[in-house]
């Protein structure tokens, strides 16, 4: 009679027992982006991609780890915590089993002369001839300091079991707007260095 009753009852809890959801999944140490889309994100948007690279990865070690503090100050002074981001990086990538790639020391050495090397070219004075070759130097600069940041990106990604970066390889909507931003900054850019370089040649 009890069990007719409790079966009628609509309103009754189940007898089953409920178990608590999962967890949320580990969040990742550090950002993980296809080697290709990093490359794209990095040279359309003039390295300034770099900022958020740097942000992303401090901003998820600490989330992870509890270190990193001020993610946003970590990626605008970059020239002072990049190489101990790269460092922990290779850390991180030993403990999970990914061993060899370039030294960080190397990668960070890289990185902050050639950082210094695109900031420092900005920084001369003039129209003539010295200041047009200190404007191409730095933007040569961006090609090591790709390099660098790609082969941290590619040691993450293996680290953190996903090489090609499929987890992250398609373009959003965000990502669009910065390319196209990027696309008109590289064209009022070098449109500048021609019309600069065509008035040295008149005069």
């Known amino acids: 009679m009890e069990e007719s009753s409790n079966a009628n009852n609509l309103y009754r809890a189940p007898d089953a027992e409920v178990t608590p959801m999962a967890e949320d999944a ?37 989330e992870a780890r509890g270190g990193g503090g001020l993610p946003v100050l970590r990626a605008l002074f970059s020239i002072f915590f990049a190489p101990s981001l790269f460092h922990r990086m290779a850390g991180e990538a030993r403990q999970a089993g990914v061993n060899g790639g370039v030294s960080p020391l190397l990668l960070a050495v890289v990185y902050v002369v050639c950082t210094l090397g695109t ?55 965000a990502n669009w707007i910065w390319i196209v931003l990027g696309a008109l900054l590289w064209l009022s850019t070098l449109l500048s260095l021609v019309l600069w370089a065509a008035g040295m040649l008149r005069g």
């Open 26 to 62: 580990e969040a990742p140490l550090f950002y993980v982006v296809s080697p290709a889309k990093f490359s794209l994100l990095f040279w359309t948007t003039m390295g300034l991609y770099d900022l958020y690279w740097q942000y992303k990865n401090w901003y998820l070690y600490r």
């Open 119 to 173: 900031n420092l070219t900005g920084l001369v004075p003039g129209y003539g001839a010295g200041a047009l070759a200190a404007q191409w130097i730095g933007l040569a600069c961006l090609i090591p300091i790709w390099w660098t940041l790609l082969q941290c990106q590619k040691r993450v990604n293996a680290a953190l079991g996903d090489g090609p970066g499929r987890a992250n390889h398609r373009l959003t909507r």
